[in-house]
């Protein structure tokens, strides 16, 4: 049983191309993220939701947009995909009554050629 | 500053040694402290939590946290060589904003 899910794992595209990641969470969390773990190794939250609503929002370009139809579910879609959007994207999900310890899903390795 | 700050690796140490992690924060506001470890190719795994100053231990683990000084460790005893990885410290505020440091790579040698 997957706890934090995402897919795909492996994505590679063109740039300028429009592409989705989707994830998953089956712990009952009502908190997910989005980070951004570049070539260097260091990891970079991007978005964060709490029960579907949108409560850290980084500085990230707005061609990264979230979208999260219920508490188990946070979607990433990235327009016009630049060479340097490639990194691995980790989706995280916690809950406020374990201070926010997360789990993370396995990652989606973007590649822009 | 950055707002988490890890020793600068790589730390290599040999196997049944003690492995000591640092890690500094400058968010007052972070109440909340863990320490995931990430092997090569793979997601950050949460080992550790701390909440409040003073010692947590678990297992080989154990957990330090001192608000004052805005410091936390992990050190890491009998050390193994399936403990070579890459630790992530990071703080976490009430409002559940999560920092992560840079990361300290330790190699067990056997």
């Known amino acids: 049983d997957t706890a934090v899910s995402q897919t795909p794992k492996y994505l590679v595209t063109q740039m300028g191309n429009d592409k989705s990641i989707k994830c998953e969470q089956n712990l009952g969390h009502d908190t997910m993220y989005w980070y951004k773990q570049d070539s260097k190794k260091f990891l970079k939250i991007m978005f964060s939701?709490?029960?579907?609503?949108?409560?850290i929002n980084e500085t990230v370009p707005n061609r990264f947009s979230p979208k999260s139809p219920d508490k188990a579910h946070l979607n990433l879609h990235i327009n016009s995909l630049e060479l340097g959007d490639s990194a691995v994207y980790f989706c995280a999900s916690s809950q406020v009554e374990t201070a926010y310890e997360q789990y993370f899903g396995p990652g989606t390795r973007l590649t822009v050629t | 500053q950055k707002e988490v700050e890890q020793n600068s690796g790589p730390l290599s140490v040999p196997e049944g040694a003690i492995a000591s992690l640092n890690c500094t924060y400058s968010?007052?506001?972070?109440?909340?402290f863990f320490w995931y470890r990430q092997y090569s190719g793979k997601s950050p795994e949460l080992i550790m939590s701390i909440y409040s100053n003073g010692d947590k231990e678990d297992g080989r683990f154990t957990a330090q946290l001192n608000k004052a000084s805005q410091y936390v460790s992990l050190l890491i005893r009998d050390s193994q060589p399936s403990d070579s990885a890459t630790y992530l410290c990071a703080g976490s505020t009430n409002a559940g904003k999560s920092t992560f440091g840079d990361g300290t790579t330790l190699t067990v040698k056997p």
């Open positions: 939701y709490n029960n579907k609503e949108l409560i």
């Open positions: 968010d007052r506001g972070s109440q909340s």
